[in-house]
């Protein structure tokens, strides 16, 4: 940069540090103004200054923003800009999620490139999590519109209106299925055994092992329990008895395919099944602590990713990406 520029970028800090009550326009035409200079550190500081000062960012400035970032080639800072994008509810705007896009493949992160497209889906199941209401909203209304095919989305939605107490609000999304003639696709979970693929549907009594799998799975229940673990009933149905919800969490098929396993493969080997939807939360944390209880590997496919639980801890914890980012993100907003 030469040193004419530099003086131009000093005079025009300096007419901005002037400004007694800077609004939008004053920070945004600062930062583009170190963004067409490449100065991307000094971008990003006012930015955040910016953002100290509560000052919600407009297109501009987060476009801004955004080209520094890609300068910088920071994948770190890359996810911290696409969180700010995502709370400042600009929808799917093609701008942004262009250069986001763009950004993120800057970075080297292809994967995160394309997965940021399906990413505000992980936000809506972090809302559940979070029990976020408002956000939630948000998150289900775009994805109406871009995903409007897609059952999972108005389950999930339904069941945090009904684990907030807002019945009436889930009955309301039930109906806009039927209305779009959505249809919930049946959960099942496969596991193979010597060349035999075996599949469970939650309270599937139909194997011929079916008293032995209830058997084991009683006790391996009571195990876990010692261990720590704790049922989440806000993934059965709402409008069930207390004892009803927990039984009925404990024949998820999940577990039942895994009982299965710890039944019939061998000591010490690992066990390996799939989920043709996203894996249930509860089911989720009692495979963590079935691995470790029982000591095998466990290898989880559901219609998102892998899991490989082992001795009490899933790898979607560390290297789940989508996952970890949209609980933070609910986390940072809540």
Known sequence: MDVCTLRKNDVARGFFNGIIDKDLVSWASMIEAYAQVNLPLEALELFKSMMVQRIRPDLVALLSVIRTCSNLASYKKARWIHGVVIRSFFGHHVTLETSLVDLYVKCGSLNAGKARCWCLGALLGACRIHSNIELAKTAAKNLFELDAENPGRYVLMSNIYASSGKQKDADKIRDLMKQRGVRKVAGHTSIEIRNKVYTFVAGDKSHAQS?????????????????????????????????????????????????????????????????????????????????????REIVMRDAHRFHHFNNGACSCGIIGDIVIEGQYLVHKLS
Not at 218 to 247: A, C, S, W
Not at 260 to 269: I, K
Not at 285 to 292: C, E, G, L, M, P
């Open 211 to 295: 008293d032995l799998i209830y058997s084991e799975l009683e006790k391996v229940i009571n195990r876990i329990r010692q261990e720590g673990y704790k049922p989440d009933l806000n993934f059965v149905l709402h409008d069930v008895e207390e004892e009803m919800k927990e039984t009925m969490l404990y024949v998820h098929s999940e577990k039942l395919a895994i009982v299965f396993g710890l039944l019939n493969s061998g000591p010490g080997s690992v066990i390996r099944i799939n989920k043709n939807l996203r894996v249930c939360g509860d089911c989720h944390t009692a495979s963590k602590f079935i691995s470790k209880v029982m000591g």
